[in-house]
């Protein structure tokens, strides 16, 4: 199966897997330290996988004939997405500042992005799967 999966896209997947799964055990680490309170890691988390999934519409992911692999590009409504999601990355840290504050706001980032990153994983993995299927490959 991933013989068809171009080598950027598996490189991709990989720094998901590894970002989120840091930047989450930051967080925990940030729980289990007194730093913040476990339910603000969990809304973080929410939020963070619910904009994570959005903006795996960044890069259209499609089955590339020639090189009998699954790639992803951008497109016109791509760069869209990705214009909300820098506002949103920007943004994020300004807003949730508002309700939180010191070490806990770092944590709470964390957390955030660990959603995001996870979130692409997710959106990018049924895609592939869709696609996959699709040509009859398991």
Partial sequence: MHKHIDRKLMMRLRMFILAGVIMLGIA???VMVGQII???VLVGLVVGLMAG?????MFTIVWHEEDAKVISK????????ILIYIAFSLSRRY???VWIHGPALLAFVF??????????LIYTTIHIQKILD????K
């Fill in 74 to 81: 951008l497109d016109k409504t791509s760069w869209w997405v």
């Fill in 95 to 97: 807003v949730a500042n």
């Fill in 38 to 40: 476990w339910w603000l």
């Fill in 134 to 137: 699709k040509q009859g490959i």
């Fill in 28 to 30: 925990f680490y940030d």
């Fill in 111 to 120: 957390a955030t992005v660990s959603g995001v990153m996870i979130g692409r």
């Fill in 53 to 57: 999934y959005l903006a795996g519409r």
